[in-house]
């Protein structure tokens, strides 16, 4: 229950920003596919991962929709915290006060399935995801269409605080990802955000409620407050230490 049914032999690494990755990933002897939206990073990005023969990175703001005109904003962390939506600027400055907008560029969505059929991709040995999207998964993954079908893993950003308008919520994003065929391995809760992991697998009607409800619980304590709180007191990290104790794992 707590693995991939195949081994993983590379990734789909979407919001790749300069490919800080990219050597982790080659001692594991994995294919990379980058895709990177800001035109500025991608360069460096170009030129960051040219000494590993099997990754290449791609220029492309992913979305469900082809040939949308945005606003993509660009983040004065080296990139780090741009995203397509808009920065929630009062909670974001309350978060990472030393975190800002700096300017916006003017791009085109693509939607992954064409994109990567129009490049030629061979997706073959493929069978990761990682998202770090800055509050935009959904339309991200929604945009690989039936690809999705072809992975075994999905490694995602959370966000549990709106810290952009329009974020993606924990639990559609898991609800669109059961809908896929995929199940739940970790859930990270923490504020403002965390990761989640999905692997391929069935999911039961009770595990599925479970995930639901977990899910959503979580989501409305984060946004009354309570999950701030329950982070402060050690009361999540406890429950996390007990559940791995009567699981038999490390923490």
């Given at each position: ?10 990734v789909?690494?979407?919001g ?5 990755e ?9 294919k ?18 040219a000494?590993?023969c ?7 703001l ?5 040939g949308?005109?945005?606003?993509f904003h660009?983040a004065s ?19 990472w006060?030393t975190?800002?907008e700096v300017?916006s560029v003017?791009?085109?969505?693509c939607?992954l ?6 490049h030629?991709c ?9 998202a770090?999207?800055q509050?935009?998964?959904?339309p991200?993954?929604r945009g690989?269409?039936s ?12 966000n549990w ?8 919520k ?7 990802l059961v809908?896929?065929g ?17 692997v391929r ?12 409800l977990s899910?959503?619980?979580?989501f ?29 794992r490390?923490?």
């Open positions: 229950m707590g693995r991939c049914e195949r081994s993983i032999d590379g789909l690494h979407i790749a920003n300069s490919g800080q990219a050597g982790y990933y080659s001692k594991l002897g994995l990379v596919i980058w895709i990177e939206a800001d035109p500025d990073l991608f360069q460096t990005l170009e030129s960051n991962i000494a590993y099997r990754q290449t990175a791609y220029l492309c992913a979305s469900d929709v082809d949308q005109e945005v606003d660009i962390n080296d990139g780090g915290s741009s995203s397509v939506l808009k920065i929630d600027a009062p909670l974001f400055s309350k978060e006060p975190i800002s300017r003017r791009l085109q969505t939607r399935d064409n994109f990567l059929e129009q030629r061979n997706l073959n040995d493929v069978n990761l995801i990682v770090d999207v509050g935009y998964e959904l991200v993954l690989l269409g690809l999705i079908n072809g992975f075994e893993a999905i490694i995602s950003e959370l605080a709106p810290m952009y308008r329009d974020v993606t924990p639990h559609e994003l898991e609800s669109f809908r896929h995929f199940r739940r391995l970790w859930l990270g809760v923490s504020w403002p955000q965390a990761t989640g992991v999905w697998g069935k999911t039961s009607k009770l595990r599925h409620l479970y995930m639901f899910a959503r619980l979580c409305m304590a984060a946004r009354c407050g309570l999950l701030k709180l329950l982070l402060r007191s050690g009361i999540l990290e406890l429950g996390r230490r007990t559940y791995y104790t009567i699981k038999g490390s923490v």
